[in-house]
C-alpha cells in the first residue's frame, strides 16, 4: 500500500476558498497512491476557534464545499482519500462537529469519523463542538482503515476499540491532526506508541506553518507495526511524506511476537 501524507500549511492569509482549490490539486498529483491523508481541520486551522461557526460546512458531497472538492479530487487521481477533517455543521440544530471524511476511489463518501475527544479542557474545541460517540473502521481493499482525529492520539482505548472492531480490526491507524509545536514530542511519541502497542501502521498527517498564533509541530509520520518509522517530515513546512507499507508485516509481527493474545482485561 502506497501512502502519501499531505502536510498543509494552513497559513492564515490564505482564503480557505484558496486553500480548497489548492489542496484539490495537490491530492490530483497523487494518483498512484493507494491512500492520500490530509491533516486536521485543515480549511480553517485546528486553533482557528473564532471561526469555526462561519467555516461550518456539511460533510454531504453534495452540499458541503470541501466534501465536493474532495470527492472530485480522489475519482480524478483514483485514490482512496483521507480528507482530513472538517468543521461539520451536524443536523441537529447548532451542534457542530470535528468531521473526517474518507472517499473511494470513484469519488463516494465512504465514511465519516466525529472526533472523540475534544481538545481543550474548558476552551476552544471542547466548549465549542459537540462530541462524537462512535469508534470508525473502513474498508480500503488492502487493509481496514481505523480513523482518529488529533487530541483522540492521547487516548490508547479508543485504539484498541479499533483494532477489536467486527467484522475486522484495524490494521493501519490514520491520524489527522494539527498538533502544536510545543508538544512535538509527544506528537511522535504517541504515534509510535499506539503503532506498538496495537501492532499496527500508524499514519500520522499534521498541517505546517501556524495559525491562529500556533505554531504547528509538521513532522507527518508513516510507522510500522514494530513503530519504526518508515518516512518523516523533518519540520513544519509544507510537504508530501510517502512510503510503501507492506501490510503483511502486521500479520507477521501479531504472530511473531503476540502480545495482543495476552491480554487479560
Ligand atoms: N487539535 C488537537 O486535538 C490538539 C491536540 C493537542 O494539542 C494535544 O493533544 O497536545
Redesign the pocket.
Known sequence: MRASLLQIQVDPHESVDSRRERVASLVRDQAGADLVVLP?LWTVG?FAFERFATEAEEADPATGPTALAMSAAARDAGVWLHAGSVVEKGHEAGALYNTSLVFSPSGELVATYRKIHR?GFDRG?ATLLAAGTTPVTVPHPQATLGLA???D??FPELFRALVDAEPEGARVLVVP????AK?AG?WTLFARTRAVENQCFVLACGTAGSHAGVAQAGRSAIIDPWGEILAQSEDNAETVVTADLDVSQVDKVRETFPVLKDRVL
Open positions: 486536521e485546528a481538545f474545541e482525529t488529533c487530541y492520539l492521547r491532526a494539527g498538533w502544536p508538544r509527544h
